[in-house]
């Protein structure tokens, strides 16, 4: 009998390294891709079409998507904050968009600087870019959870943004513990809810472990049927605009819970070691440069 797949999104190259405070080369961000498809992730979000006034790190999202390695089966991923971003990634070569709501409407506010009703406006271009290139595209729900300006976040208002971005065309929704403070109880509470309105095979979920819960989270979504979590090699990143928000649940991590549990993830752990090193010497700048 073969064994159950579960499909892991690495976000480390965007979300991972967003927040690091030193400029990363990009071909230093190109080999940590490689190292990624080596490894066989199928699914790395390269990077972030964003102004760089506001995601300095993120600047070089041209030169990274032009010039990261290609493998057959491989989606490189990028996320966009509107029309003009989305237009500017599938330019450079996405293979599927990003979009990012929130739960929150201060979060939102502080985020992107519009409502959550704005928000979804703003995305419907970029639905219909995509739609006239055939590409996919996902949509991230923050504070799914908790968020650190209102505290805890109602699951039906988790509910409602997924739906809504579903209901533009979204084919994916990720919901995000956006500062790591879920605990098992309230994903239980908070998938409850979201799966009244939208079948598991369609949502996505993102954890940090801030707090030490991530794999005991993610079991918890398995148990609802969700088979599809994002990870960070390494354990990088965070969110500029949610304090205390550091350490994305590693990939490597993941890989092993899952193995254990008897999933099979495709990833060869020996090649992700290699990943795993690349990505600890960008976080402490030792990879910044040649």
């Known amino acids: 009998m073969s064994q159950p797949s579960v499909t892991i999104v690495e976000v480390g190259c965007r979300d991972g390294l967003q927040n690091e405070k ?19 992730l199928t699914r790395i979000e390269a990077t972030a079409f ?12 041209d030169e990274v998507m032009r010039n990261a390695p290609r493998r057959p089966g491989l989606v490189l991923s990028a ?15 996405a293979q599927e968009l990003a979009v990012f709501a929130s739960a929150s409407e201060t979060f939102a506010q ?31 729900v923050s504070c799914a959870i908790d968020c650190p300006y209102e505290g805890a976040i109602e699951p039906e208002a988790v509910r409602n943004v997924s739906e809504r971005l579903i209901g533009i065309g979204c084919g994916e929704v990720a919901v995000a513990d956006t500062i790591g403070r879920a605990s098992p109880e309230r994903v239980d509470r908070m998938l409850a809810d979201v799966t009244r309105g939208i079948a598991a095979s369609h949502l996505a979920c993102h954890f940090h472990d801030t707090s030490g819960q991530a794999l005991a989270n993610i079991d918890v979504a398995l148990a609802f049927g969700i088979r599809i979590f994002d990870s960070a090699v390494g354990g990088l990143g965070g969110c500029p605009y949610a304090p205390g928000a550091a350490g994305n649940v590693a990939t490597e991590a993941v890989v092993a819970h899952l193995t254990r549990l008897g999933y099979d993830t495709g990833i060869d752990t020996g090649k992700l070691a290699h990943a795993r090193a690349l990505a600890l010497r960008l976080k402490t700048g030792a990879g910044s440069c040649d």
Request: overall charge positive; aromatic content about 4%.
């Open 50 to 61: 964003v102004s760089p006034k506001w995601v300095p790190q993120m600047a070089d999202h």
């Open 22 to 40: 030193t400029i990363i080369a990009s071909d230093r961000k190109i080999a940590l891709i490689g190292l990624l498809a080596d490894a066989g």
């Open 110 to 140: 502080k985020n992107t600087n519009c409502t959550i009703a704005q928000s979804i406006e703003r995305f419907r271009p970029v639905m219909a870019l995509a739609a006239v290139h055939g590409l996919p595209v996902r949509g991230y």
């Open 79 to 93: 996320l966009v904050p509107n029309e003009e971003g989305a237009a500017a990634a599938i330019a450079a070569g």
